[in-house]
């Protein structure tokens, strides 16, 4: 995969958190549908009605806020969150890591939930929409101009089809429309969304947090000398980074700074083959210098 703005590409390697969200969705709404066979649609209303959620019974039911991602109204629901999270889940996850990206997921869906008690309190919310929402507004802020093919024939920047969802949304919302749809829970999950990409996720993980258990890492693979000539290297690269690194460089740096992220999330042993070549070549450019 490619992560320039300009030149992202889609690829079919699932990631493990979207793999594992795919599979979740997918064999609880079959075992529903299974219930609901065996057993007449009753079956099907009383897991919505207790593994949904309602507003009004969310202190008698507080799972609700998380066991209604996993539930659809019917297999188009279904279908049409599980490729967006198809598509736009592992580019997401490989550049933040399995723990970001899950954290964001969810905070998406919570954000639904939240904006559901507030304006549609006595509502029944299913469906992972409001986090699927989240994750299309993450695709479009990390890569804008990425074209997004409509119904597989009309190519649209991720921007522009992102912005046209938000403002459908809006409207629908404070509108009022109707047809079964929680539109105030797709636009908490974006609005949660654009909550924690607009402050980097400070509220949600801690990013001071994160910058020192990733120096911690940096320090543990790459060796270093003394304090003198480290700083005599930080100085020495920044002069050169100012009067202008190669895009090699520039690309190997940003490389050097998703892994790290990703090593603070998800730890060591989540680095893949040609991650942990990366981290080798560095450390042996610098060992060189």
Not at 186 to 199: D, E, Q
Not at 272 to 286: A, F, I, K, N, Q
Request: a positive charge; proline letters at 3%.
């Amino acid at each position: 995969m490619s992560y320039g703005s300009d030149r992202f590409s889609f690829g079919y390697t699932l990631t493990p958190w979207v793999k594992r969200l795919l599979i979740a969705n997918t064999a609880i709404h079959l075992l529903v549908v299974l219930a609901a066979a065996v057993a007449g649609d009753g079956a099907r209303f009383f897991v919505w009605q207790w593994f949904g959620f309602v507003p009004a019974e969310s202190f008698l039911k507080p799972w609700g806020v998380v066991t209604y991602m996993f539930l659809h109204g019917d297999l188009w629901h279904l279908l049409m969150n599980m490729l967006v999270l198809f598509f736009f889940g592992p580019p997401l996850e490989q550049r933040w890591g399995s723990s970001r990206f899950l954290k964001y997921y969810f905070i998406c869906g919570l954000g639904g939930a939240a904006l559901s008690f507030v304006f549609a309190f006595d509502t029944s919310v299913i469906g992972a929409s409001a986090a699927i929402y989240g994750l299309m507004l993450a695709f479009a802020w990390y890569w804008p101009n990425a074209p997004i093919y409509f119904w597989g024939i009309f190519p649209i920047k991720a921007k522009y089809l992102v912005g046209f969802f938000f403002v459908l949304t809006f409207f629908s919302a404070v509108g009022g429309a109707a047809g079964g749809v929680a539109h105030f829970a797709h636009l908490g999950g974006l609005l949660a969304g654009l909550i924690y990409l607009r402050t980097d996720g400070k509220w949600g993980d801690g990013l001071n947090s994160l910058k020192k258990a990733a120096r911690v890492e940096r320090l543990a693979i790459v060796p270093r000398e003394d304090k003198g000539q480290e700083q005599a290297e930080g100085s020495r690269r920044r002069t050169s980074r100012r009067a202008g690194a190669t895009m090699e460089e520039k690309e190997l740096l940003d490389e050097v700074d998703r892994i790290l992220d990703k090593i603070s999330d998800s730890g060591i042993s989540s680095l893949t083959d040609d991650e942990r070549r990366v981290l080798d070549e560095v450390s042996r450019r610098r060992r060189t210098n």
